[in-house]
């Protein structure tokens, strides 16, 4: 079963361990010294939950994303518009390409441009856009496992 249609049978509001028994889970030891980039061919790159936008990918760079302190490429298509959600994790992100419109519940809306860092609190729901230029490709951080749930926190 693939991971789009794992999600598609979670409950609502149930938290996604994304990447959990994941089949392109990173095959490196992780406690070994480590460097890639969004283009490095060994990055084994998987689908995201349906209710991202076509084109998304996650690829796990280090850790275990169903535990604490994983690390992840997020990357979608030039335009895309990725809905409304939250994580239980606060989440510490680098854009390493494109540009990303970002929005929080209550916050103004900031432009990520490559290079540029953000941190979203744990359960603060926000949308983002990538910009016309190029494919986004988002370098996060999680405190805790990795998830994405569609909406906001009940």
Not at 15 to 24: D, G, H, I, T
Not at 67 to 96: C, Q, Y
């Amino acid at each position: 079963m693939t991971l789009q249609n794992r999600m598609r049978h979670v409950p609502a509001g149930t938290v996604l361990s994304l990447l959990l028994a994941c089949p392109w889970a990173p095959a490196f030891a992780q406690d070994a010294p480590l460097a890639r980039t969004a283009g490095d061919g060994a990055l084994k790159w998987g689908g995201c939950p349906d209710f991202m936008p076509r084109g998304c990918e996650i690829a796990v760079l280090h850790g275990d994303p169903a535990g604490n302190n994983a690390d992840v490429f997020f990357k979608v298509p030039a335009n895309a518009v990725i809905p409304r959600h939250w994580h239980t994790s606060a989440e510490r992100m680098v854009l390493v390409a494109g540009e990303m419109h970002v929005t929080y519940d209550g916050h103004p809306t900031v432009v990520l441009g490559s290079g540029s860092y953000a941190y979203g609190p744990a359960k603060l729901p926000h949308r983002a856009v990538c910009g016309a230029s190029g494919p986004c490709v988002l370098f996060i951080a999680f405190e805790s496992p990795v998830d994405a749930i569609a909406g906001a926190p009940q």
